[in-house]
């Protein structure tokens, strides 16, 4: 069932005092400005609250039908899936409460929301990069995918060599090798098959919805 957004301004009583707004099931002529008011707010309505069980870290993702002139979809999350209902940026969230905040601006038409589908990601994505060269000192890679959230690596390197995550940064994840023949102490130049494991990054599309990118 579809959701409008609701009155700002009680025209009727401008014409008729004794016809109120609860004598009528819905309302028309939107758009029309009677003393600098428009008639209706912009429609902000809410998803159900999802309980994921326990804290974990997600991608959210969200599509919506409305009549609005714009969308904007915000994530929320919560201690406790009741009160202080907190907006995350958006990208990778950790938590347990989550719900999507929608907000479809007023038109010529009564703001309306139809329908949404959304969803909380917290499957990894992962790439293989062949042949890293890695140098005696920290060693930036070249991820093809887009990231939110870099999670881990694993490698296929010589026997006597360790390459460690030490940098985990979405857009510019970096690696080192130690030569464990050092009790792994020593950095070392190696080359190395690397596989890299994060979260998608998420990005807003024209239509206002949450997509992965």
């Not at 703001?111 to 909380?120: E, F, K, N, T, Y």
């Not at 990069?129 to 490698?155: C, D, F, Q, R, W």
Request: glycine share 6%; charged share 15%.
């Amino acid at each position: 069932m579809a959701q409008y957004s609701t009155r700002t301004y009680d025209w009727q009583d401008l014409a008729d005092d004794s016809v109120t707004w609860a004598d009528w099931l819905e309302w028309t002529g939107n758009g029309t400005t009677i003393d600098g008011s428009t008639g209706y707010d912009n429609l902000v309505a809410y998803s159900d609250v999802i309980d994921l069980g326990s804290s974990r870290t997600i991608v959210p993702v969200a599509t919506v039908q409305s009549n609005g002139t714009s969308v904007s979809i915000a994530v929320q999350t919560s201690p406790d899936g009741v009160t202080s209902w907190a907006t995350q940026s958006l990208g990778a969230i950790t938590g347990r409460y989550f719900r999507f905040q929608i907000t479809v601006v007023n038109a010529s038409e009564t703001a309306r929301l139809d329908q949404i589908d959304a969803a909380l990601i917290g499957d990894p994505i992962s790439e293989t990069l062949n042949a890293v060269s890695i140098g005696a000192t920290e060693t930036a890679l070249s991820p093809t995918l887009n990231y939110s959230k870099i999670l881990s690596i694993s490698y296929d390197a010589p026997k006597n060599v360790q390459v460690v995550l030490t940098d985990n940064t979405a857009s510019a994840p970096a690696v080192s090798a130690y030569d464990l023949d050092t009790w792994g102490k020593v950095l070392t130049s190696t080359t190395a098959n690397i596989t890299i494991f994060g979260l998608q990054s998420v990005t807003t599309d024209s239509n206002g919805n949450l997509v992965r990118n």
